[in-house]
């Protein structure tokens, strides 16, 4: 048990408890570092996969086999890490990061190989058109299923080790969070606990409530919903999972354009264009060609509107930051033209890389 | 293709539809801003005097506050147009706009109360554990209980105009598929499977040695589970007719010339793939999207506008809001002020180019865009700019808000 890499571990271990019994974190990655699962969760374009891609990234160059894992969508890894998918399998994109975006179709069929005798039967249920149609239909099945893969993936060894360090899923945007990974154990309800499909589910539910290993990672905007549902979220998990949310991620906070001092010079300029020219502010808005001659006023009526942002951002970062049961971590929003841009310069921050930061680590 | 509600040579297609359209489903990946469109819809066809109901999904809750509903439900309530009306100096058409939110659970409950033949098997029915499972995993069913709902307001004959708003989900569009999915749970080839044979009795049919496929869903559900799903198609028997014809009167709704497809997005160029994804989709599908709203997408910096502005002028504009501030301060403001310009012009580029590549594959006639606006749109001031670059209201009665 005791190898050279485990004595670095409780080594790095011990550090990391120091630093946090000090109220300081390390990087933004603590509260996911002795996570071997991590759910990250959030409503649509928040930069949920965003944050997946750079956790993922920034695990992996930390040495750790880390597997992406993406649940039968639109596949965003693809695109930010370049990579063609080819079915449950995960594909290796360096020496420590894999990715794999699950079906719910190739997992059922994983799932069910795996509870019937031998290939040949497995095959005689999928090709029946009535049970098709009858799992295709079922509610519910999709999701343990999908959840049955990940639970082979955690368990999976190579020469008695597990295979993967860490699994960071990228959770469905729709529904929510709680209902999915409930569904284990409502379908084990179902079940009244009999028959090898409710004592996996049973396995799966243990996983996925242990908050020692599982984490649950919810990504949001520092607006009005997301804030909200990350906050009902939170209080959810501990009520139906008994579990609590591991970290909250308040992503694409808009920085100030200007100090905070110098703010009522500003406000001064912002009064005098619009006093020369009403009106201005719809100037923003036009999509054709404009004058050269508005070009000032454009360069304040943006950065009021940049202003206005920012003000908003911080309002609803204190909003989250007093009433989620959780640590809040933010990442500010990078002007890149490209989402792996984008991507690469997260993960730089989560990572720590000071050479990239321009936020003070939170909390 | 333009963001400006002042010149304006797409609108009139666009109102049109809005004048004459039975339904507009709005379709796209989530986060754009699809709830929040589909209101500001709803609101400019009721200014034009429409009936109109907006069925959303997750509508935010300070939108519904702001609109006088309390709590949005699932039954329609009526929102007060008098404001808006007033805001905007234009007359009362004797338009309407109602809401509702979803409740997948309590739709699928009254549809199950509904249709029950008795008392005995409304009350077997609840306390089937299959049922619950179902009621309690409706979220994946969404869809198809927006379009049971949809049945209801759209046969019931009030509104003139029903918009409905769908789950941000890759299966969104699944119901134009197979507009029956909740019907195919209960097709008759399945009950067959289940159902008490009246010959050899309930269990003698289930465990019929000739079906592997029974034996087989026993052995890994186990047998308990099997019971009760034996017990659920017998209860629930009644409801697979009613469920087949809907899905074929639904079928035809969808296919009616007076329903539209909206597709919403963002400009990001990820989200515009989706788009495009949806697009084909309703292609194959024998549908087409008539509009594509390009929502939040950020106005128009233009980097060449630092070249343009004379640094002494903006130094000497800054000095004149304070006289004491010393010459570097005031020239590293204005390069902050700058540099942050620039950093928005990038973006406002990077919105623009993947609009022009959305636009060479659907027509730049097809293309509506609304602008990403300083505050959430959680006011009614806020949503009448929003239909405003929807499509104004008619070409004399300008909004006046959406100057300010
Ligand atoms: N911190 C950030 N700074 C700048 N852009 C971001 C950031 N996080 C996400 N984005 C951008 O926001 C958009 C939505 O992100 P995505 O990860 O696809 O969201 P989700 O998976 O939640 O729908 C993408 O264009 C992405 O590049
Ligand atoms: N054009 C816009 N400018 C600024 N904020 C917007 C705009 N459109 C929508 N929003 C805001 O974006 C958030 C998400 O909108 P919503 O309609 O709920 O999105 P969706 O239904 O696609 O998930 C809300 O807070 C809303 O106020
Ligand atoms: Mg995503
Ligand atoms: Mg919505």
Redesign the pocket.
Known sequence: MFDVAHCADVASLSLLFLARSARIFLTMLDPLLDKRLIFVT?K????????TAALGKALAARGKRTLVLETDTFS?MEDLYGYEGTGLEPVKLSETLYASNLMAEDCFVATLTRFVPGERVARAVINNRVARVFFKAAPSVNEVTILDQIRVFYEAEDQGKPRYDHIVV?LP?SGHAVTFLNVPATMNGMMRGIGPIAKMTAQVSTIINDPKQTAIAA?CLPEEMPVNETIELASNLKSVLGRPLTLAIA??VHRAPLHDDDRPIFDALLARVRANAPGTSSLLFDEEPTDESDALARLVEGNALALGWHDRDQRYLGELRSRVDAPVIE??????TS?DD?VAN?ARQLGGDSSSLDHPLAI | MTASPRSDANAAPLRHLLDSGRLIVCVGP??VGKTTTSAAVGLRAAMAGRKTIVMTIDPARRLANSLGLDDLTNDPQQIDLSDALNLTGNEDHGGELWAMMLDSEKTFNDLVDRLAPDKGALKRAKENNIFRLLSSALHGMQEYMALEKLHDLYTGGYFDLVILDTPPTKNALEFLETPGRASTFFDERIIKWFLPNRKSGLLGRVFNPGSIVLGLISKVLGESFVNDLVEFFDTFHYLQETLQQRGELIEFILRDPLTHFFIITSA???RIKEAVYFHEKLGQLEQQADFFIINRVIPRFHPEDIAAIEDTDLDALLREADHEASADRISGLRQRLETHYLQLARLAIRDREAIASLATKVGHEALRLIPLLGEDVHNLTHLLKLSDFITPLAPDARVATAKG
Request: glycine fraction near 24%; avoid cysteine; hydrophobic fraction near 40%.
């Open positions: 959030g649509g374009g928040v930069g949920k996969s965003t944050v965003a990228d945007a990504v992503n694409m990442l500010p929003i990078f002007y890149e989402g984008v997260v | 989530g986060g990001d160029p990820r």
